[in-house]
């Protein structure tokens, strides 16, 4: 089976419909750019037919990229897939993603639609998205609540009408890993023709499981995956391409597959969502979180000092992050505080440097973190003391 996963980035979609992240169109070429820069494969730039503002956006990042595939969503009708293709058809490589629900409770609850007034919907949809576009995405919302033989019934009518992507979301984040994959393979072993299309990943983080969930799928025979900057998305996100793809990267040994993604720029993708969405990234976040690549405590640092391969599984040059951090506080030892020294100039006597060490550590009992400028006051106010 071919080793590339191509990434699939919904920043600009499912990451905007995270509340309070919409972005404007200046905004949404500028994370584009910087996407393609990743290496991402497909760009989803908007759903066209939401609003004026986001056809205008989706129009203009279909024109501006030079090597993504760019895509527009849109629901099972006629109207939502014209639209999406007056957007996307400006685009070098336009994909039309169209989708309808395939659960028991969506039919019923959201769609007031019969099962097979759904499989009538797909194979319409499809086929209409089909006779506009070559590259048509089909996406079985809330695919992991759906019944495995409709769902089965439901992958088979949309290939056969045309469909080259299949997209399975978990849209709800209930799957686990074991779950997930198990779809894929019942998937890829019933459906007559799955073999034909690219199985795509789609996952939320609901109960903290996204990545973890699209690895599996991906052991199972996904070769998409559908994730966003940040993990930024519809309430608890989705999974993160940092952190797929560092996974991938990182433990090529057991995930013996490859991604486009090109890791240096990773911390400037992430700077720029953050940055236009004013979403925060939090400090432990792996990959990009700003104490991703920071060490504290004086045992963890001595061993860093040694060797970074110690306490770190991958460099912060690898990501785009600059250096690794040795954070000075009540838990670091003396290794890292002669060594922030020596960095800051200073070339203290035996003596003097047990004597500094101690005001240090009362110090940092003090205060949460010690910084630069408190260490230049701490060693000039003990030189001045004599
Ligand atoms: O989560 C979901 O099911 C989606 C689809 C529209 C692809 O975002
Ligand atoms: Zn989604």
């Known amino acids: 089976m071919n080793d590339h996963i191509m990434i699939f980035d919904t920043t600009l979609r499912d990451g905007e419909q995270s509340p309070g992240c ?11 750019a910087q996407l393609e820069a990743l290496g991402v494969d497909v760009i989803e730039a908007g759903f066209a037919i939401a609003s004026e503002g986001d056809f205008e956006a989706t129009t203009a990042v279909a024109k501006q990229c030079e090597t993504a595939i760019v895509a527009s969503l849109a629901r099972a009708a006629f109207p939502d897939i014209d639209r999406a293709w007056a957007a996307v058809r400006h685009a070098r490589r336009p994909r039309i993603h169209t989708f309808i629900a395939t659960s028991p409770l969506h039919m019923r609850a959201k769609l007031n639609k019969t099962p097979e007034d759904v499989l009538d919907a797909i194979a319409a949809s499809v086929g209409r998205a089909r006779n506009l576009c070559e590259d048509v995405e089909w996406s079985a919302e809330d695919a992991t609540r759906s019944d495995p033989d409709f769902l089965c019934r439901a992958v088979e009518i949309a290939i056969k009408a045309g469909a080259t992507t299949i997209n399975l979301p978990d849209t709800v984040g209930y799957a686990t890993p074991e779950t997930y994959g198990a779809m894929f393979r019942d998937v890829i072993n019933r459906v007559p023709g799955a073999d034909k299309a690219i199985l795509s990943t789609h996952c939320h983080n609901d109960l903290g499981l996204a990545v973890a969930n699209t690895l599996a799928a991906i052991m199972a025979g996904a070769r998409q995956c559908e994730a966003t900057i ?8 989705n999974a993160a391409i940092e952190e797929i793809a560092m996974a991938i990267r990182v433990r090529h040994d057991v995930l013996p597959v490859r991604t486009g993604i090109v890791s240096t720029e ?6 720029l969502v953050s940055g236009i969405t004013g979403m925060a990234v939090q400090a432990n976040k792996a990959i990009v979180g700003a104490n991703a690549f920071a060490h504290e405590s004086g045992i963890h640092q001595d061993g860093m000092l040694k060797d970074s ?6 460099t912060p040059e690898s990501v785009g992050m600059g250096a690794t951090n040795l954070v000075l506080g009540k838990h670091s030892g003396r290794a890292a505080f002669r060594q922030k020294l020596a960095e800051m100039g200073y070339d203290l006597s035996d003596n003097e440097f047990g004597d500094a060490f101690k005001r240090f550590k009362d110090l940092a009992d003090a205060k949460k973190q010690v910084f630069d400028e408190d260490i230049v006051a701490l060693v000039d106010d003990q030189v001045l003391r004599g």
Do not use: W
């Open 230 to 237: 940040n993990g930024i998305g519809e309430r608890a996100g």
């Open 266 to 271: 990773i911390t400037k993708a992430s700077r």
């Open 309 to 314: 391969s110690t306490y770190e599984i991958m």
């Open 22 to 32: 919409s972005m404007n169109l200046e905004e949404k070429l500028k994370v584009a």
